[in-house]
């Protein structure tokens, strides 16, 4: 049974930190992009941030950009979305994702087979 677990959320003011995990299992790990995806109270589903399989191409939506940086751990099948100078409107659940490939469209959410139950974060102003 594949299994993404999200942890790291938390309460947080806004201009702080925080840094989110996901740890995968039974799957092979560096066989999929790992995608970030947030949603807000009454929002749709959007994209955050992308890490490719080999690690060497990672994409960001506009409004995270130079805040937030993603990376992967392939031996210990681990992403992780480093979030600095949080705002407001960053509070959200977010999810991680696994999709066998993903390029420029890296936000289609279609793209993804697996997700995780997502973790809450709230960013206090």
């Known amino acids: 049974e594949v299994q993404l677990v999200e942890s790291g959320g938390g309460l947080v003011q806004a201009g702080g930190s925080l840094r989110l995990s996901c740890a995968a299992s039974?799957?092979?790990?560096?066989?999929?992009?790992i995608g970030w995806f947030r949603q807000a109270p009454g929002k749709e589903r959007e994209g955050v941030s992308c890490?490719?399989?080999?690690?060497?191409?990672?994409y960001h939506a506009d409004s995270v950009k130079g805040r937030f940086t993603i990376s992967r751990d392939n031996a210990k099948n681990m992403v992780y979305l480093q979030m600095n100078n949080l705002k407001p409107e960053a509070t959200a659940i977010y999810y991680c994702?696994?999709?066998?490939?993903?390029?420029?469209?890296?936000?289609?959410?279609?793209?993804?087979?697996?997700w995780g139950q997502g973790t809450q974060v709230t960013v206090s102003s």
């Open positions: 994702a696994a999709a066998w490939s993903t390029g420029s469209t890296w936000y289609a959410k279609d793209q993804y087979a697996y």
């Open positions: 890490i490719n399989i080999s690690e060497d191409t990672t």
């Open positions: 039974g799957l092979t790990f560096d066989d999929y992009a």
